[in-house]
């Protein structure tokens, strides 16, 4: 059975930092397209990718490029999202995916998710 256990969600001022993981179970981490997603009140969480790993480079919505970095620890089948200069924008549920489905070359949806961590920025 495959899980996903997010961390490291926190709340932080405006320019701040956070890091997020994402430990895998039940599956070799890299065996998958994984990715982070984000969600507001009000709004999809399959709308809001925000930073992926498929077959491609890493690759990120351009509201968060040059911000946020996506990487990966196979040894310790563990996902991470590093997230610096964070803006109020960024406030939002994050939740790790796993086996993405795509639109074009952007994720659209998982197989697999986590329980999700909130993160909150303030101004």
């Known amino acids: 059975q495959v899980q996903l256990t997010e961390s490291g969600g926190a709340s932080v001022q405006a320019g701040g930092s956070l890091r997020l993981s994402c430990v895998a179970s039940g599956y070799t981490l890299s065996s998958r397209s994984m990715g982070w997603f984000r969600q507001t009140p009000g709004k999809e969480r399959e709308g809001d990718a925000v930073?992926?790993?498929?077959?491609?480079?890493?690759d990120y919505a351009d509201s968060v490029k040059g911000r946020f970095t996506i990487s990966q620890d196979n040894a310790k089948n563990t996902l991470y999202l590093q997230m610096n200069s964070l803006k109020p924008e960024d406030t939002a549920m994050y939740f790790c995916?796993?086996?993405?489905?795509?639109?074009?070359?952007?994720?659209?949806?998982?197989?697999?998710w986590g329980q999700g961590t909130q993160v909150a920025v303030s101004s």
């Open positions: 995916a796993a086996g993405l489905k795509w639109i074009g070359f952007r994720p659209a949806g998982a197989d697999y």
């Open positions: 930073a992926w790993i498929g077959s491609r480079r890493p």
